[in-house]
């Protein structure tokens, strides 16, 4: 385990979000994700999370700046999300889980490493693809869009 980890920070309607890869798991800063889930503070949450959740570690900014923090796991915020999120909140499970924690994956994959994710306009709409074994691979969500076109698509 490192001494510090420099964190990405990922935004959600402005809401900041600071995440880190630790030993190849995603964490989020628990204070960043209450927030996001309109609590004030992670001091609710953190007791409904199981120990192996949430833990303390240091975070570094610059050489001279480093800050303690509490992170809760992925499988913790979806914990947290599904007791104290709202309906207002579902986009921000869908968030974490379709694009955050890939992305955080993504960012910390060897370079040449297969599958990998692209992004595909369509119609006027991004959509997450996956590039594998030469072949561009479409979410079954999706699927309906390119079957209603009868259209060919490149990458």
């Known amino acids: 385990m490192h001494d510090a980890y420099s964190p990405l920070v990922f935004y959600h309607h402005h809401q900041r979000l600071r995440a880190v890869m630790v030993d190849n798991q995603p964490w989020f800063v628990a204070h960043d994700f209450a927030q996001l889930i309109g609590l004030a503070d992670a001091l609710p949450l953190l007791p409904s999370l199981q120990p192996h959740e949430q833990h303390t570690l240091s975070l570094r900014y610059t050489d001279d700046f480093h800050e303690e923090v509490v992170v809760i796991s992925d499988i913790g915020a979806y914990r947290a999300l599904f007791q104290f999120g709202t309906l207002k909140h579902g986009d921000v499970g869908r968030w974490v889980n379709e694009v ?12 040449d490493a297969a599958p990998t994710r692209e992004t595909l306009t369509y119609e006027g709409r991004q959509l997450g693809v996956v590039r ?4 561009l691979w479409v979410a079954w969500r999706d699927l309906p869009l390119f079957m209603a076109s009868g259209k060919e698509v490149s990458a």
């Open 100 to 111: 955050l924690v890939p992305t955080l994956h993504d960012y910390h994959r060897t370079p």
């Open 132 to 135: 594998w074994q030469g072949e």
